[in-house]
């Protein structure tokens, strides 16, 4: 069992776009921290889990790299959905990668695992220990301060 789990975790962070390296320590780590604090993990939500520590630990370590939080490119499905999320779509990668950069962090996790990673509401929710309505709401102050960062960007 914790062979497969490491497998897909591993293959997980190699979608994410780290490393063979990098993907190989931050499986291992997340897995042993799993096995460590297995009394605490529901069963069912344990590959979610590992995903979501895996995630947060790649993206630490981007952020001391000082490379980009973001890795994959955004393909923001389910058009047409709200006025704020056209708007999201219309932008260039990078002109998004930077106001999402700018955000809190949690508020950029939120923008990222919704939209980048096409995350649904009750995924989100389980990888973040939040109901599915306390997501909805965040995700919408969320794309509000997104949309902020982005006015301000073009005003400079």
Not at 21 to 34: G, K, N
Not at 85 to 98: F, H, I, K, Q, Y
């Amino acid at each position: 069992m914790w062979r497969d789990l490491y497998v897909r975790t591993y293959r997980h962070l190699r979608g994410r776009g780290a490393s063979h390296p990098d993907a190989e320590d931050i499986a291992q780590e997340v897995l042993a921290a799993a096995y460590a604090n297995i009394d605490g993990i529901d069963p069912s939500k344990l590959q979610a889990w590992l995903f979501a520590a895996a995630r947060n630990k790649l993206v630490d370590q981007h952020r001391r790299n000082r490379f980009a939080s973001l890795d994959a490119v955004p393909s923001l499905a389910d058009p047409g959905a709200n006025p704020e999320d056209a708007t999201l779509r219309s932008l260039g990668v990078e002109a998004l990668r930077r106001a999402v950069g700018r955000l809190p962090e949690r508020d950029a996790r939120l923008v990222t695992l919704h939209y980048f990673e096409e995350r649904s509401l009750a995924e989100i929710a389980c990888m973040q220990g939040m109901s599915a309505t306390a997501v909805k709401v965040a995700l919408f102050r969320a794309r509000g301060r997104l949309r902020l960062a982005l006015e301000e960007k073009e005003n400079l």
